[in-house]
């Protein structure tokens, strides 16, 4: 299973960010206690030389995983004791509820079809 579209949405939306203040590095263990990444991915993470590339190679691992696996991050980052990881996590959460109300709104506001009178049916004078 891979994320949803509104959870892909808010990773490419927080891309950048993510990159430059992620640190996966020592999140590691953790993402492995809470069942997100397998130590086979792990060892992916870990050959890659430098922090932002390590970055990189877990978003794309994350956005193979599923939306359950994904709130389970957003909540490793959001109980850091490292402002700009809880920064990053709520506004993960924040990004996928905004898109959510966007459709629920849209839902609300969409006018129904008007049928063509008679069904389409053009009836001729006899």
Do not use: W
């Not at 990159?19 to 999140?27: H, R």
């Not at 263990?29 to 877990?58: A, G, P, S, V, Y």
């Not at 957003?74 to 509820?97: M, P, Y």
């Not at 006018?111 to 001729?124: D, F, M, Q, R």
Request: charged share 30%; hydrophobic share 35%; with cysteine.
């Amino acid at each position: 299973m891979t994320l949803g579209n509104f959870e892909k949405e808010a990773v490419e939306q927080c891309y950048e960010s993510l990159v430059a203040d992620l640190s996966v590095t020592s999140l590691l263990d953790k993402l492995i206690d809470m069942k997100i990444l397998q130590t086979k991915e792990q060892r992916h993470i870990r050959r890659e030389r430098n922090l932002k590339r390590r970055n990189e190679r877990f978003l794309q691992i994350l956005q193979q995983k599923s939306n359950e696996e994904f709130y389970r991050f957003c909540k490793i980052l959001e109980s850091s004791d490292i402002q700009t990881l809880i920064s990053l996590g709520q506004t993960l959460r924040q990004e996928v509820e905004n898109r959510q109300k966007v459709l629920e709104i849209n839902d609300k506001n969409e006018v129904p079809t008007a049928s063509p009178p008679n069904n389409g049916i053009i009836l001729e004078d006899t």
